[in-house]
């Protein structure tokens, strides 16, 4: 019997499906604040935020390994500048100490699997 071929789904992969749950775990937080808030540090805080995901997501359409790394690190990028808006929503008294650890704990762990994602497309055979 032939063994049958299984393909990677987006959804099977965890800096996706971490970056994907985060983005609207802040999305719930920033929707509660005042306009003044929203408009000037919120809407910045979701777009970095939902960047992480559809990112990879993009990435993970892309044909070419280059192309895939390209969007997997532009990501990356979009993971510290969340870090950079949690920390100032944090300062400006936006969210709680809780919802502050919660976040950058989550946070602290998207670059390792982006690298890994990283590590793991470098090693494809074919381009």
Known sequence: MEARKTYLKLN?????????????????????????????LGKQFVRAADSISANIAEGFGRHSKKDKIRFYRISRGSVYETMEWNEKSKIRKLISDIEYTSLNENLMKLPKLLNQLIKYTNTLVSD
């Open 12 to 40: 099977d992969i965890e800096a996706y499906t971490s970056a994907f749950k985060l983005s609207n775990y802040i999305w719930e937080m920033v929707v509660k604040w005042d306009v003044f808030a929203k408009d000037t």
